[in-house]
C-alpha cells in the first residue's frame, strides 16, 4: 500500500508528536499541558529534520552514482 505525500507527513508528525509527548509526560515527569506544548513545538522540527535527512542522503548517493560513472568512464577512455 503507497500512502500520498501529505498523509505520509500527517502520519510522520503524528508520531513524532505522540512519541515527544509521552515522553516528555511519562519519562520527564511533566504535566500533560507542558508535555503537549513541547510536543507541538517538537514536532514540527523532527519531521523537518527526518525530512531533511532523507533529502541529503539521497542527494550524497545520486552524487556517488555519478561520480562512479564519471570514473568508470574515464578509466574506459584511458584504457585501464
Known amino acids: 500500500m503507497s500512502l500520498s505525500r501529505p498523509v505520509k507527513f500527517l502520519l510522520l508528525f503524528l508520531l513524532a508528536f505522540m ?3 509521552l515522553y516528555l509526560h511519562f519519562g520527564k515527569d511533566q504535566d500533560w499541558s507542558d508535555s503537549l506544548l ?3 513545538i517538537t514536532a514540527p522540527v523532527v519531521v523537518a529534520a527526518w525530512k531533511f535527512r532523507d533529502w541529503y542522503t539521497d542527494r550524497a548517493r545520486r552524487a ?6 564519471a570514473r568508470d ?3 574506459r ?4
Do not use: D, F, I, P
Open 77 to 80: 577512455a584511458r584504457g585501464v
Open 73 to 75: 568512464e574515464h578509466k
Open 64 to 69: 556517488g552514482r555519478n561520480w562512479r560513472e
Open 19 to 21: 512519541g515527544g509527548t
Open 38 to 40: 513541547l510536543g507541538l
